[in-house]
Nanobody, 123 residues
Framework: VQLQASGGGLVQTGGSLRLSCAAS????????MGWFRQAPGKEREFVAT????????YYAESVKGRFTISRDNAKNTVFLQMTSLKPEDTAVYYC?????????????????WGQGTQVTVSS
């Protein structure tokens, strides 16, 4: 499985971005998908996860109410809509495919990772 993340960029505080993650194989439609991020000098952290059918969605407390994860299994694509962006959201954002139908927040649940896309929020 190959994952290709895109949609990052530079945005001002309060702005919005929509990240996309395209999977190379349809098999990811049976797996949960997640978004993680890593800021310079920090560990990779969980952002959001969506189950295989979209029925279970979980967010990190830091993004709850501002970010929305969704998926289109027909297009093998997962999205992360980010609004009300803050400078502390600046990081490289990674999408990942879980080994399970319903994902969690642990990186160990995700054997497949995309290359990351940079999000920079200016103050």
């Amino acid at each position: 499985v190959q994952l290709q993340a895109s949609g990052g960029g530079l945005v001002q505080t309060g702005g919005s971005l929509r990240l996309s993650c395209a999977a190379s194989k349809r098999t990811t439609s049976n797996n949960a998908m997640g978004w993680f991020r890593q800021a310079p000098g920090k560990e990779r952290e969980f952002v959001a996860t969506i189950s295989w059918n979209g029925g279970a969605i979980y967010y990190a407390e830091s993004v709850k109410g501002r970010f929305t994860i969704s998926r289109d299994n027909a297009k093998n694509t997962v999205f992360l809509q980010m609004t009300s962006l803050k400078p502390e959201d600046t990081a490289v954002y990674y999408c990942a495919a879980s080994r399970y139908a319903s994902g969690g927040s642990q990186t160990s649940h995700y054997p497949y990772w995309g290359q990351g896309t940079q999000v920079t929020v200016s103050s």
